[in-house]
């Protein structure tokens, strides 16, 4: 009897050990978009607004407050990176991103935490 409620307690450990290392590293959500706005916050992170699409848009006339607008009627997101990994990627206005995410801020658009961004193309 001993045996099998150590076996079962083992097993219960093991689990919940594994769970927790799989949150730490694994994001839930992947997205893409078109870095349409960049800039700092207080923190010194970065906020990348990007838009699904931006073919019929002319990006330059448009000011932050219509971009986001546009960001709301069309399923954009803000992204929110480090200093380091927006300095290692060289972000720019018109590239094409891919990110993965965990976390969602609760506003329109969206803030995604994440520093896991790909650059998929330029624009």
Known sequence: MKRVLISILLVVILVACNKKDNQNTS???????VVVNVEKDDTGS???LTLPR???INLLDKTRDE???LAQENNGAFYKVSP???EELDLEIGQRIVGEYSEVGESDPPVRFTDNIEVISEQ
């Open 27 to 33: 994001y839930a959500e992947r997205d893409e978009g």
């Open 46 to 48: 970065y906020l990348i």
């Open 67 to 69: 971009l986001i607008k």
């Open 54 to 56: 931006t073919e019929n």
């Open 84 to 86: 380091e990994k927006f």
